[in-house]
């Protein structure tokens, strides 16, 4: 059973940044990490979960929300079962659990899509 852990949350003012890091074990199945598309989604308790960003297997296709263009970067490092949001010039309506998710086969941010999801790491931002 493939396992994801999200790392690199926390409290920030507004217009900083942080970068969230989700690595994978477990790979049970046989399938390899660079065989997963992976994405970001994000919640805020009493609404729905939103899909932020996603990432190919091999890292070449990457599609990001409208609320996150331009500020929020997604890579993976392949070698390292990992994947990264680097999230810049944060917003209070960034508040949110971020989870990564994982799936094969499918691709976008509806969150159907991915079988294998994190546990979630808390951003916060306030001044």
């Known amino acids: 059973q493939l396992q994801l852990v999200e790392s690199g949350g926390g409290s920030v003012q507004p217009g900083r940044s942080l970068r969230l890091s989700c690595t994978a074990s477990g790979f049970t199945s046989g399938v390899p990490f660079d065989s997963y598309v992976i994405a970001w989604f994000r919640q805020v308790p009493g609404k729905e979960r939103e899909g932020a960003s996603c990432?190919?297997?091999?890292?070449?296709?990457?599609e990001y929300a409208e609320s996150v263009k331009g500020r929020f970067a997604i890579s993976r490092d392949n070698a390292k079962n990992t994947v990264y949001l680097q999230m810049n010039s944060l917003e209070p309506e960034d508040t949110a659990i971020y989870y990564c998710?994982?799936?094969?086969?499918?691709?976008?941010?509806?969150?159907?899509?991915?079988?294998?999801w994190g546990q979630g790491t808390q951003v916060t931002v306030s001044s």
């Open positions: 998710a994982a799936g094969v086969g499918g691709w976008g941010l509806q969150s159907w899509m991915y079988e294998h």
């Open positions: 990432i190919s297997g091999s890292g070449g296709s990457t």
